[in-house]
């Protein structure tokens, strides 16, 4: 599959600060640069490459158009994207960076979908066995029963005053 | 000067009339419209008073209650057995002549007390308790050589009588019987005696399973099963038994799913694939083996 380039033009950063930025002191830790695309054709945008210069962190959001007739959304592709894994150190801040669509966490599919539980399906049984169905409700009959008598017990005493069955005076014990 | 209303003559006349005793007040008959003050005492006596006064009334009341309180599969043949019962409670010849023999009045009270019990099945909890009172009241009533109260002997023989009537073989139930019988001197409160017979009704059932199970896993041309399967079945029950011993309600979520379909079918597929068949497993040895797991839940008499 051939990969094209699509012009594009990248605009200059915006700082994002709340406050006035001609009176408060500091540097904004957040800069926005806003990319458009000048041809009207549609494509699928399938790799993002450039070069790093001392960014941490890097979000992408993409205004989507689904369709002709559905209003355009924006889109968040890519959050806090690591780039720097230490932001005071030099690791990371000159790289040439590429990102692809796989990347993108909208692209992916639901987690519950993308991870079936693995089950054990029971292997075909060999010939001859019983079938579990039946044997396990017959069990459970068993089990329940056992639980109800166990759990039905009383606290009543018969009051014995023998030890092993015997009357010895010397052997009495006081249970 | 007020005057105070006197009562008409006539509805006291009428008090007067139904108090005049020719009869019992009736208890399942509502006659209080009926036209009854008019009789004199002693005249004409009405179907109905007759019925009334040699009992059959209420004891016709009594049977219709027992068979609501056990609904019994065939009603016919249970109330058959009532009546027949009925006949013990007199004796035969009205008083005169030699009262039966003290053995015989032992029997009879067993056989009472046994029908008693079989009325209801356990899992009818209301009605099989009003049954183990009766029965237990019918045992302890005093008589003209026996003091009032339950002895050990006779309860340890009420409850032989039990699984031997249920078709239980003695080797099975003989070490469950030996965890709640009592010595022959000790008397037996109500409590002992109620869980002593829920518990062998209750090991019936199970063994009845134990047996339904068995002929799951037999083979089909011989009375014998494979003995890693019938290893595998009761080692899965003890597991789950096991399982359940701890204190967390959970338990009951683990063991449940041991005993599930799934988890059984792995169990029997890795008991018969690795290992040869060793000699087979009777039915007897079958049963013993698992009532010996529901033997040791049972709390001993103590």
Same mark, same amino acid.
């Given at each position: 599959?051939?990969? =094209?380039?699509? @012009?594009?033009?990248?605009?200059?950063?915006?700082?994002?600060? =709340?406050? !006035?930025?001609?009176?408060?002191?500091?540097? %904004?830790?957040?800069?926005? $640069? !806003? =990319?458009?695309? %000048?041809?009207?054709? @549609?494509?699928?945008?399938?790799? $993002?490459?450039?070069?790093n210069y001392y960014t941490a962190f890097l979000s992408i959001r993409v205004r989507h158009h689904p369709s002709a007739h559905t209003p355009a959304k924006w889109v968040t592709c890519l959050r806090d994207y690591c780039l720097m894994p230490d932001p005071h150190s030099e690791e990371g801040a000159q790289e040439y960076v590429s990102l692809f669509r796989h990347q993108s966490p909208s692209m992916t599919f639901p987690k519950w979908l993308s991870h079936p539980v693995p089950c054990e399906q029971p292997a075909l049984l060999c010939e001859g066995l019983p079938d579990p169905s039946r044997v396990s409700s017959e069990v459970q009959q068993m089990w329940a029963l056992t639980e109800m008598i166990r759990a039905s017990h009383t606290s009543a005493r018969i009051g014995r005053f023998d030890v092993d069955g015997c009357y010895d005076l010397n052997l009495l014990s006081y249970t | 000067m007020a005057v105070l209303p006197v009562p008409l003559p006539s509805a006291k006349m009428a008090t007067v009339e139904k108090r005049r005793p020719t009869v019992i007040p009736p208890t399942g008959f509502t006659d209080s419209g009926r036209p009854s003050v008019s009789q004199a005492a002693g005249a004409t006596e009405s179907e109905e008073d007759f019925l009334r006064q040699v009992g059959v009334t209420e004891m016709l009341r009594a049977a219709l209650l027992k068979v609501l309180e056990a609904r019994p599969e065939e009603p016919i043949a249970f109330l058959a057995h009532y009546f027949e019962n009925m006949g013990l409670r007199s004796p035969v010849n009205g008083g005169a002549g030699e009262p039966p023999g003290q053995l015989l009045l032992q029997q009879q009270r067993l056989g009472r007390a046994l029908w008693h019990l079989r009325l209801a099945h356990h899992s009818q909890r209301a009605a099989f308790n009003n049954n183990v009172t009766v029965a237990y009241e019918c045992l302890s009533a005093g008589g003209r050589r026996k003091r009032p109260g339950l002895d050990g002997r006779t309860y340890s023989e009420l409850l032989r009588r039990i699984c031997r009537d249920g078709r239980a073989p003695d080797e099975v139930v003989a070490p469950l019987l030996r965890k709640v019988q009592c010595r022959d001197h000790e008397a037996v409160p109500l409590s002992v005696f109620r869980a002593g017979t829920l518990t062998c009704?209750?090991?019936?059932?199970?063994?009845?399973? *134990?047996?339904?199970?068995?002929?799951?896993?037999?083979?089909?041309?011989?009375?014998?099963?494979?003995?890693? /399967?019938?290893?595998?079945?009761?080692?899965?029950?003890?597991?789950?038994?096991?399982?359940?011993? +701890?204190?967390?309600?959970?338990?009951?979520?683990?063991?449940?799913?041991?005993?599930?379909?799934?988890?059984? *079918?792995?169990?029997?597929?890795? *008991? /018969?694939?690795?290992?040869?068949?060793? +000699?087979?497993?009777?039915?007897?040895?079958?049963?013993?083996?698992?009532?010996?797991?529901?033997?040791?839940?049972?709390?001993? /008499?103590?």
């Open positions: 599959m051939s990969r =094209v380039l699509v @012009p594009c033009h990248v605009k200059g950063t915006v700082a994002l600060q =709340v406050g !006035d930025v001609r009176t408060s002191q500091g540097r %904004p830790g957040v800069l926005v $640069i !806003d =990319v458009t695309f %000048p041809s009207v054709a @549609p494509f699928e945008l399938q790799e $993002i490459t450039f070069k | 009704f209750v090991l019936l059932e199970f063994v009845a399973r *134990a047996a339904a199970l068995f002929r799951l896993l037999q083979e089909p041309a011989a009375a014998v099963a494979d003995r890693r /399967v019938g290893q595998a079945v009761l080692d899965t029950l003890e597991g789950a038994l096991r399982a359940s011993d +701890a204190a967390a309600p959970a338990r009951f979520l683990e063991a449940g799913s041991r005993l599930g379909p799934d988890s059984l *079918a792995l169990a029997l597929d890795r *008991a /018969v694939g690795g290992r040869r068949p060793g +000699a087979p497993m009777t039915r007897a040895e079958f049963l013993e083996r698992a009532a010996a797991l529901f033997i040791a839940k049972v709390k001993p /008499v103590g």
